[in-house]
């Protein structure tokens, strides 16, 4: 759709976004109950705490997002909670997504995070690739949802606007330690509960300390294009095969394409009746 069919309230947001790098979504959660979602969230904490415990006693990290002593970062926490695979299809931030990132918009990953009370920033300056640009869509952007209120000093996260704009990677080397937060330009991001930061991964950006005595509790989703490769040689676990019930969800967790072609399909799950009469009446 062009810009100017988007409905106006989600065309002021696609233009700040656009110009900016990221947009703030106030009250994004409240189709959801924040306790019930926070239980969730806790209830995977509970369930990957053990082996996030032994993972920093080894010192040996992997995982996303600073995944490591200063950060606890939950892959595919829809695994525990089904309402983590709703807030993906979030009614609240969708239309945005879709104008953001185009047709065939699916999303390729979904964490639970928790960058614990006094802990160090768990990354520094970085963009997560150079900037492919595309004149009307971004190749990725991320939706943050915060669950708890934020302090300035409670490890937010740190951007600078409009750097996706700049061709140049941050000049990291400069920004560490004391000095990760003299970043020119930089501001935190500090919202309250229920609050979407959507924003592209080409913004130059950071994890700052937390001194604060609360955890910093959020839920990252990004989203890119269908025809970008996701599961690969994996097949999407039977969870998130059954919570897509129609071939837009289909298409969210990137199994099957309803804005694409069948031949991005994955073979490995069975078509719903309703997408395999999609697919068949697609040329390519
Ligand atoms: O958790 C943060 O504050 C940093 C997140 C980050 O660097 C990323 O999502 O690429």
């Not at 993972?55 to 695994?79: N, R, T």
């Not at 740190?158 to 000049?171: E, K, Q, T």
């Not at 069975?270 to 395999?276: F, I, S, V």
């Amino acid at each position: 759709m062009s810009v100017s069919k988007l409905d106006p309230a989600i065309r002021r947001q696609y233009e700040a976004f656009r110009d900016q790098g990221y947009v703030l979504i106030d009250n994004a959660l409240e189709g959801f109950d924040l306790n019930e979602v926070r239980g969730a969230f806790e209830q995977a904490r509970t369930a990957t705490q053990p082996a996030w415990k032994d993972m920093v006693a080894s010192g040996v990290f992997k995982g996303g997002y600073g995944h490591g002593p200063d950060a606890h970062s939950i892959e595919d926490p829809y695994l525990f909670h089904r309402c983590f695979l709703d807030i993906a299809d979030n009614p609240s931030t969708r239309d945005l997504m879709r104008a953001i990132i185009g047709p065939g918009m699916q999303m390729t990953e979904t964490f639970a995070h928790i960058h614990h009370a006094h802990s160090n920033p768990h990354t520094g300056w970085h963009r997560d690739w150079p900037t492919y640009r595309h004149p009307r869509y971004a190749l990725k952007a991320k939706a943050f949802y915060y669950l708890d209120d934020q302090t300035p000093d409670m490890g937010c996260f740190a951007l600078v606007p409009g750097s996706h704009l700049n061709d140049d990677f941050p000049p990291h080397k400069d920004y560490v330690g004391e000095q990760l937060e003299a970043m020119p330009g930089m501001i935190k991001i500090v919202p309250k509960a229920g609050t979407a930061l959507i924003w592209d991964v080409t913004l130059w950006h950071s994890a700052t300390a937390n001194t604060s005595d609360q955890d910093r509790r959020i839920l990252i989703y990004g989203y890119q294009p269908f025809w970008v490769k996701n599961w690969e040689s994996k097949t999407p676990p039977v969870q998130a095969i059954d919570w897509a019930d129609t071939p837009e969800r289909r298409q969210l967790m990137g199994i099957h394409a309803v804005d694409g072609r069948a031949a991005w399909d994955r073979q490995d799950v069975a078509y719903l009746p309703e997408h395999e009469a999609l697919a068949k009446a697609k040329v390519i």
